[in-house]
């Protein structure tokens, strides 16, 4: 049985793949779906319901004594994980989500996970083209959480209230 809150973004590690890559300059915090670029450096995933290839997820600096809740600093090197299916991570879930255990999970485009919800295409009109993602499910809600009230603007919004374990798939 797991606690019901944790200190640390990777929860069950199997194969622990870890790296330290350059952020952009935008902050980071420990726990948010990442992507690279082809200049090498990370940021939060930028595409809501988007392809994710290589799930990746800042770890917390603990190298430099800091906790989940602390921040990385603009364009700094941060510690980066590559869960693999099976994998556990604290990770954030979005604000105005809300989502019961067994939920897929996908990006919601700044680097949080918000609840799945499959696209519907109409066929037979030509006169748009839509983009069909084949790959946005990140991992699997192992709790429930409902932020559907919450706004953000709380004081306590990383404290562990945006926190939800997950399993990636």
């Not at 450096?41 to 988007?50: E, F, L, R, W």
């Not at 067994?102 to 066929?123: C, I, V």
């Amino acid at each position: 049985m797991l606690p019901a809150t944790y200190n640390t973004v990777k929860v069950r590690s199997r194969l622990n793949i870890q790296d330290e890559i350059q952020a952009t300059a935008v902050a980071i915090t420990p726990g948010m779906l990442l992507m690279q670029y082809t200049d090498g450096k990370v940021k939060a995933h930028d595409v809501p319901a988007g392809n994710v290839l290589t799930k990746m997820f800042a770890l917390e600096d603990e190298l430099q004594g800091k906790e989940i809740s602390d921040n990385y600093a603009v364009s700094v090197m941060i510690q980066v994980w590559i869960p693999t299916p099976g994998d556990m991570v604290y990770a954030l879930l979005a604000d105005g989500e809300s989502v019961a255990k067994g939920d897929p999970l996908e990006s919601n485009g700044s680097g949080y996970l918000q609840k799945h919800t499959a696209d519907a295409y109409k066929f037979g009109d030509s006169s748009h083209t839509d983009t069909i993602y084949t790959n946005p499910i990140v991992a699997e809600s192992m709790e429930t959480l409902d932020l559907s009230s919450s706004s953000g603007l709380e004081s306590s919004a990383l404290q562990g209230s945006q926190r939800i374990l997950v399993r990636i798939v």
